[in-house]
């Protein structure tokens, strides 16, 4: 008896080594996967991670961090029969990570990653699929910013409702979530760009860690331009006025005191220009009734225009941007007052709404191409010499690039107008015969009043 007490005595003092050990045996874990998952050798790292997931789930981020990259690496590269198997490794380890580490883990992103994985391998219905990234943004819509993940979102939608499982109007709905969601997006990333932009073209050198911070928003502003487009086009013909208007007509009478369903509708009717059918006047003197706002403002001046009433459409136009509180929107009014004043000859003002609307959206590159259009419409206007004027070309060609800059959906065609510029600009003989210096400033008169640099050539 005496004997059997022993050994069960025995028994638990080794099971609590055992435990003392595997206590220990997490950092030695840790440091055998991260050194594996450092240098990508995958099929070393698995092992160690599969010890830590059982034993030391909650000890280490790194363990959830170094994971995602190896399941991605084997959900990429594995053989086609074990593709789905890695892939949902990398969900499980997604999951983890919130459950243990959920002050670490940003919720938005990470239902949305998942999303991404099961659509990427086909794992689950399309319906569990998009019900994914609608948990990702009605639980943290602030955090599902990725581009891919924003454009996989409205993918799905779009291919349900060619299966006949989703409504048009739904549709409609993500995108204007998902199209809001990348435009504040690039607007946050350009109003990062924009000082340092203009510190580089004031010939300041950038630290580090701004050209750290222009890189990064640079690239952001490329893949939310491509993803941008993307969208745009898988949205393609089912937003045009054959589609929409009789979609509106149809659902009218029963919609017409609902305020956001007649906002949605007339602001994509005016978005496409459907302007002339008469359910958009429907719609705006409904909206107008039951919610008088800078959208219906917006919306009375275009009817206004298109009755050739341009003094009074101006006048809505700017009641709209003075209510509007939503700064892209805002910036649409003012690029319509701007476009006004432009094509009446009154430059200087439509550069201030030009401005204006790069105040409320930085990222707006066709404004910046509108006033260097502008500047190089008016060289001959501007300068006391041959040489000053054609120096104005220079400040057109710096405003064409900075066009491309904040936003690369337009790089090529502001490359190509600031090439065009920069040729008709002074050249290197012009300059040397003027007897002026490179990095020496010239002051430009008239509308414009502003200076430029004479550039190396």
């Known amino acids: 008896m005496k004997t059997k007490f022993f050994i069960l005595l025995s028994g638990i003092f080794l099971s609590a080594g055992v435990v003392n050990a595997q206590e220990v045996d997490c950092n030695t874990e840790l440091a055998l996967f991260s050194q594996s998952a450092k240098i990508k050798d995958y099929d070393a790292a698995k092992p160690h991670y599969e010890?830590?997931?059982?034993?030391?789930?909650?000890?280490?981020?790194?363990?959830?961090?170094?994971?995602?990259?190896?399941?991605k690496h084997f959900a990429k590269n594995a053989p086609e029969g074990r593709k789905k198997a890695s892939a949902e490794a990398l969900i499980e380890n997604y999951k983890l990570r919130l459950k243990c580490f959920p002050a670490k883990t940003e919720v938005g992103e990470t239902y949305a990653k998942i999303g991404e994985a099961m659509y990427d391998n086909n794992i689950g219905t399309k319906e569990e699929q998009l019900a994914m990234f609608d948990k990702a943004w009605k639980e943290d819509k602030e955090s599902f910013d990725a581009p891919r993940s924003l454009y996989v979102y409205f993918n799905i939608m779009v291919e349900l409702q060619d299966k006949g499982k989703k409504e048009l109007q739904d549709v409609f709905n993500l995108y204007d979530n998902v199209i809001k969601q990348v435009e504040e997006q690039e607007v946050y990333r350009?109003?990062?760009?924009?000082?340092?932009?203009?510190?580089?073209?004031a010939g300041e050198k950038l630290n580090s860690d701004e050209t750290r911070i222009l890189k990064n928003s640079e690239i952001y502003l490329s893949n939310f331009s491509k993803i941008?487009?993307?969208?745009?086009?898988?949205?393609?013909?089912?937003?045009?006025?054959?589609?929409?208007?009789?979609?509106?007509?149809?659902?009218?009478?029963?919609?017409?005191?609902?305020?956001?369903?007649l906002k949605r509708a007339a602001k994509r009717l005016s978005a496409k220009d459907c302007t002339d059918d008469p359910i958009f006047f429907k719609l705006v003197e409904a909206l107008h009734t039951s919610d008088p706002?800078?959208?219906?403002?917006?919306?009375?001046?275009?009817?206004?225009?298109?009755d050739g009433k341009s003094a009074k459409a101006l006048e809505y136009y700017n009641q709209s941007a003075e209510l509007e509180d939503n700064n892209l929107d805002k910036a649409r009014v003012y690029m319509k007052i701007a476009g006004n004043y432009k094509s009446k000859g009154s430059l200087s003002t439509a550069r201030n709404y030009y401005r204006k609307a790069l105040k409320a959206q930085p990222s707006l590159g066709v404004a910046y191409l509108q006033i260097a259009?502008?500047?190089?419409?008016?060289?001959?206007?501007?300068?006391d010499?041959?040489?000053?004027?054609?120096?104005?070309?220079?400040?057109?060609?710096?405003?064409?690039?900075?066009?491309?800059?904040?936003?690369?959906?337009?790089?090529?065609?502001?490359?190509?107008?600031?090439?065009?510029?920069?040729?008709?600009?002074?050249?290197?003989?012009?300059?040397?015969?003027?007897?002026?210096?490179?990095?020496?400033t010239i002051k430009i008169g008239c509308w414009i009043g502003e200076s430029v640099r004479v550039p190396a050539i």
């Open 51 to 71: 010890k830590l997931i059982k034993n030391c789930e909650a000890s280490n981020l790194a363990i959830y961090q170094y994971g995602e990259r190896m399941f």
């Open 190 to 201: 350009a109003s990062q760009a924009e000082p340092l932009l203009k510190k580089q073209e």
């Open 228 to 261: 941008k487009a993307g969208i745009n086009g898988l949205l393609g013909e089912r937003a045009d006025c054959e589609n929409l208007i009789p979609l509106y007509n149809k659902d009218f009478d029963a919609k017409k005191t609902n305020v956001e369903w």
């Open 293 to 306: 706002s800078a959208k219906s403002a917006l919306y009375l001046g275009q009817l206004a225009d298109k």
């Open 373 to 383: 259009s502008m500047y190089a419409s008016s060289v001959n206007s501007c300068g």
């Open 385 to 440: 010499s041959s040489f000053n004027k054609r120096a104005v070309y220079w400040l057109a060609a710096d405003y064409a690039d900075r066009a491309g800059r904040v936003d690369p959906s337009m790089k090529s065609t502001a490359s190509k107008s600031a090439s065009s510029y920069r040729g008709l600009a002074p050249q290197s003989s012009d300059i040397f015969q003027e007897g002026v210096k490179e990095g020496s």
